[in-house]
């Protein structure tokens, strides 16, 4: 018998197969603002790609941001766009075809970050994200002649187990129809802040910022009784719009084990993205900068008929990406 280190579990998806949301799927999310969750892998497949990865994140001479400073929570943005691994991740059909059920049948994918929680980490904060300009007030992503959902569509992608005790996504059904935040306010980054915050008992904070600071009334309180947690197993995925007011919950240190999900970002090719950063072509996020040198969304179903966007038809490794639903 091989041992697991040997074990190929590469995925062989016949043509045929299509992952489309269902109607009863689709009015499921338009009411509740998420979906899920789905499976992507199973469990054992993705441990032994975390495995893997973890080793091909220490290699960052193809990184298209080599800039970004450790430590930084941009450290890790967009390795979709060096990682074979992620590059296959972010255009499976699993995941595609049911954006483009949300989306419509031409969709990107613009930006995928890591997020990390280790044992006695904070819960991240209540929040919604529209424009992704939160942390400096400017604009990243812009819709056109505004939209059904603002922000972008997340596929939450658990890499490890995600449990109630592990730091499992939380939500707040039907809130993605109200914006309780405005990120034009911009928020003050100290780093110091990390799990050091109780809020209603409960450790919450932002990776260094607080995003109640651009709450539009300063007196409105997140209503914690409406919250749904969705536990996830490694290899399960979660879709929601990031203008749903979502969080998640502390890692209590039961185990030692980390909690690591990938957020994979997606809209429809209508969508501008970095619009606002042509002229200094640098953005600052999560305590960091990175340049937009080597940066480009990725089409990942459908045409783009487009040419306000970067876009890259690689990796920076050669590696062609994937559209799971050409036309």
């Known amino acids: 018998m091989a041992a697991q280190s040997e074990v190929n579990f590469e995925t062989q998806l016949q043509p045929e197969q299509t992952f489309p949301l269902t ?3 689709l009015e499921q999310f338009h009411t509740r603002g998420f979906i899920g969750p789905f499976t992507l892998m199973e469990p054992e497949e993705m ?56 989306l419509g049948p031409d969709v990107l994918c613009w930006r995928s970050e890591f997020f990390p929680k280790y ?44 449990s109630p005790e592990m730091s499992c996504m939380q939500f707040m059904p039907g809130t993605q129809r109200t914006m309780y935040f405005d990120e034009s306010k911009g928020m003050h980054y100290d780093p110091q802040k990390e799990n050091r915050k109780e809020i209603n008992g409960v450790l919450r904070g932002f990776f260094g910022y607080d995003w109640r600071e651009l709450q ?41 084990d980390i909690r690591l999900a990938l957020a994979a970002r997606y809209v429809p090719t209508s969508v501008k ?37 970067r876009m890259r038809s690689h990796t920076t490794r050669g590696k062609e990406f994937v559209n799971s639903n050409s036309r």
């Open 23 to 25: 109607q009863n799927e």
């Open 47 to 102: 441990k032994w790609n975390w495995k893997r990865l973890r080793l091909e994140l220490f290699d960052r001479t193809r990184t298209v941001y080599r800039d970004a400073q450790p430590g930084t929570g941009v450290y890790n943005y967009d390795r979709h766009l060096d990682i074979s691994l992620l590059a296959d991740i972010i255009s499976r059909p699993e995941i595609t075809h049911r954006m483009a059920s949300i």
């Open 119 to 162: 044992p006695g980490d904070e819960g991240t904060d209540w929040h919604q994200v529209d424009t992704f300009g939160g942390a400096d007030g400017i604009p990243h992503i812009t819709w056109p002649n505004g939209s059904d959902f603002g922000g972008a569509m997340t596929a939450w992608i658990a890499f490890t187990d995600a």
């Open 216 to 256: 539009k009334d300063p007196n409105w309180t997140p209503d914690e009784s409406q919250a749904v947690s969705m536990p996830c197993r490694a290899g399960q995925f979660l879709i929601f719009p990031t203008t749903l007011m979502h969080a998640s919950t502390p890692h209590s240190a039961r185990t030692k």
């Open 273 to 309: 993205l970095y619009d606002n950063m042509k002229e200094s072509n640098t953005v600052k996020e999560l305590g960091g900068t990175y340049s937009l040198d080597q940066y480009g969304a990725v089409l990942v179903s459908g045409r783009n008929e487009y040419t306000h966007n």
